[in-house]
């Protein structure tokens, strides 16, 4: 036989139960309670992982905080980097050029050189001749001064200073041409110096500031290293947290001795973890508080 929920049977049964759950005495709820030193002692110690946990949060925030900084000091060694390999690339090129221009330059020095070296051998020839010409001419007006016809070869004598006059003006041209090309070498020269020393300076920068790079790099990668830790960690702590603060609230409602046990239980088990994360979560702070003191940034 089935009553439905409007028999007066089962109406008479559930106000009847109802009643002898309210006559009930208080020491009968009493007796499902935990240990109040057990759930001191458990809320110590949630309370002491939360304020690691804000702890390590604000390591966490410095080293996100820092890692923006060696970011931005990154970039902008990578923007200088990439200037000096451009300013490096514009100082190679006017080298290779200037280095063919000085070769071809110091060739037409040479020939210079050597042309007007070889006119003025031809003037000292020319003058040695001149001079032995007119001490042949004095010497035989000396010895056939009464007889001037004698002597009349000195006519060669004016054929020589006409040379000589030619090879005077291939001489003044000679010299400005190589006047010219040495200034034009001297100039190309100093240019070429000039480029060299500011090609090795920008080099030494090159070499200094890619060194840099890589240290900020390093910096970087060891500052991601710490924050997935942190980070890893701060999840953990929260989530053990939650668990435990559930438990806290489960804990304030037992109705039966099962969920008494089951609580205590659970209660010892999160304790545990709680042990061991208050133990680990220091080790983990200092870890990432000493890569920023190593890198010359502090948190408070």
Known sequence: MFYNSTSPIKKYLSTALIAMAISLPTSVYAAFSIDQNLIQSYKNKVSSVQTLEKRAQTTLQCVTDRKSDVITTLQSLEVSLGKLRQEEQTYNQKFAEKSTQIKLQKQTLDQESKNLAALKRKKTHLQNKKRAEERDIAACKKEWWTIDVTCEWAGELAKLLGLMDNVDND?????????????????????????????????????????????????????????????????????LIDESNDTLASALDINTEDEKKRTVRQITRLSNQLDKIAQTSPTTIQQAATVLAAQGATCL
């Open 171 to 239: 001489l003044a041209v000679a010299t400005k041409k190589h006047a010219g090309a040495e200034s034009r070498y001297t100039k190309t020269h100093k240019e070429y110096r000039d480029i060299q020393i500011e090609l090795k300076n920008t080099k030494n920068q090159l070499n200094k500031i890619t060194p840099q790079i890589k240290d900020q790099e390093n910096d970087i990668a060891e500052l991601k290293k710490q924050s997935s830790i942190l980070s890893n960690h701060i999840q953990s702590s929260q989530k």
